[in-house]
């Protein structure tokens, strides 16, 4: 039963659907929201936020709900704005390279449509997340080392502010210097300056020639030397992604395979003919040979790439598999090149001495890498020592507290160390356009 009260739309207010929002995948613990709305389109949200601003009512736009920082989560007594339904591909063009969606659109419905017409959307968290959120946490995945995240992908975007005005915000275009960047802004805002209605993204022609390698090394640094004179020869990788020791035994263990238990790299590379992806591809074989790789696999079929992907994909599943009972913590810090060899062996010592079974994974091309930490109500203290050691590491060589998955409620103590006054400018945003605090309130800053 949909209860409507005071409001002017319906909302549900069922204990037992309101239980479905007080957790996210990581089982991190929140409120019982007051209530869920739901909107399939402009009109609905601007009900929403009008009412929310008459009723000063704060409200949490929500997409796919795959956010690992505590963004969807209420603490008091929020309604979730839930996006999932305003879920219209609008445009595709192979003209212009452009798709414009709902804000509610998964970003592979989007990939299935657009390769209709030979293209793709490249941002690609794993997570079959909403274009909305992805553009709201500033995403980026697997393919960011060559295509970049949500900000290099939205052109343009239509949003509702909290004082009730829809806006249309940048260009369908490549570039433009008009204004200040008010799209980048409301990117990577986490629904805390205004709820997105409509993107206009870019799509990428699928390539032609593409190849995919598994190489496994014997140790942390040597894979991490090999990804980095990869780069530096600037190969075409397309992915350049790691995992562990330990996340590869997880993988092993979910999906059957018999991957060597040992860090591995895993490889997309994209050619302009078959000739160049095969030079490439030595080349490729060469650096990790050099660097001591001992097991190279090449993925030669669709099926075989297919499946090579889809193990990395499903990391996080088969790891919490390994540890039924647990919550998970997941770091997210970014470093520098020159420092993520350091920052997995930090990982692996703070993880032995604070006896916690962790292991590590992530966008080594993007000096992105995830350790995945589970942890129980016991352990739960020396987990928070361990993600606040990580995320000084990263402060302390000029990194960042998160890579990708966003500020949400759990790195807001890190903002400061990071940006230092520039805080207070993000804080003179937050009063100047949601002056009573009803977007999201407390996640980002402090409200
Ligand atoms: C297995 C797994 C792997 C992951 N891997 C990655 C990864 O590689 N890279 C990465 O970046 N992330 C990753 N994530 C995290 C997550 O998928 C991303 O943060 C994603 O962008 C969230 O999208 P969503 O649709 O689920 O948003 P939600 O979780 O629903 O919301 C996230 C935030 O966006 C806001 N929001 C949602 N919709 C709107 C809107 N229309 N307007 C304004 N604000 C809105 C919400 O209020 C919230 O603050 C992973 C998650 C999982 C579970």
């Not at 060899?341 to 962790?358: K, P, Q, S, Y």
């Amino acid at each position: 039963m949909t209860i409507a009260f005071d409001a002017p739309f319906e909302i549900d207010t069922r204990p037992a659907i309101l239980d479905q929002f007080v957790t996210d995948e990581t089982g991190r613990p929140g409120s019982r929201p007051r209530g869920v709305a739901y909107a399939a389109g402009l009109d609905e949200v601007l009900a929403v936020v009008g009412w929310a601003r008459e009723t000063r009512t704060p409200l949490i736009a929500r997409g796919a709900g795959t956010s690992l920082e505590g963004h969807v989560l209420a603490r008091g007594d929020e309604l979730i704005l839930d996006l999932s339904q305003a879920d219209s591909i609008l445009h595709l063009s192979a003209a212009d390279f452009t798709a414009t969606v709902q804000p509610g659109v998964t970003r592979t419905r989007l990939n299935a449509a657009a390769a209709e017409i030979g293209m793709q959307f490249t941002v690609d968290p794993g997570a079959d997340a909403s274009l909305g959120g992805m553009a709201a946490t500033n995403a980026s995945g697997t393919t960011s080392v060559r295509y970049g995240g949500m900000r290099t992908n939205v052109v343009a975007l239509q949003a509702v502010f909290a004082d009730g005005r829809a806006m249309r915000i940048g260009r369908a275009v490549r570039k433009s210097s008009s204004g200040y960047d008010l799209k980048d802004l409301l990117i990577g805002s986490a629904g805390t300056l205004a709820i997105i209605t409509e993107l206009t993204v870019r799509l990428h022609p699928i390539p032609e020639y593409l190849r995919s390698l598994r190489i496994s090394f014997p140790t942390v640094r040597s894979a991490v030397a090999a990804a980095v004179d990869m780069l530096g020869l600037a190969l075409p990788v397309s992915r350049l992604e790691f995992a562990d020791a330990a996340s590869m035994a997880a993988v092993n263990g979910f999906r059957g395979t018999g991957y060597p238990e040992a860090p591995a790299l895993f490889i997309d590379l994209e050619a302009a003919s078959d000739a160049a992806a095969a030079s490439d591809e030595r080349e490729i074989q060469r650096i990790c040979l050099a660097c001591g790789a001992t097991e190279i696999d090449l993925a030669r079929t669709h099926t075989e790439r297919h499946a090579l992907w889809e193990d990395r994909h499903r990391l996080f599943f088969a790891l919490k598999a390994r540890s039924p009972g647990h919550r998970f913590l997941v770091t997210d810090t970014a470093v520098p090149y020159s420092h993520i060899a350091d920052a997995v062996d930090t990982a692996t010592r703070l993880g032995a001495e604070l006896g916690l079974d962790i292991s590590a994974a992530g966008h080594i091309g993007d000096g992105n890498v995830h350790v995945v930490v589970p942890y129980t109500d016991e352990s739960l203290p020396a987990a928070q020592r361990f993600s606040h050691a990580m995320v000084q590491h990263a402060l302390d060589v000029g990194g960042t507290a998160t890579g990708e998955h966003g500020i949400g409620l759990a790195k807001k103590q890190y903002l400061r160390a990071e940006h230092g006054d520039a805080v207070d400018v993000m804080a003179a945003i937050k009063r100047a356009l949601d002056p009573y605090g009803l977007l999201n309130p407390g996640k980002i800053l402090d409200p």
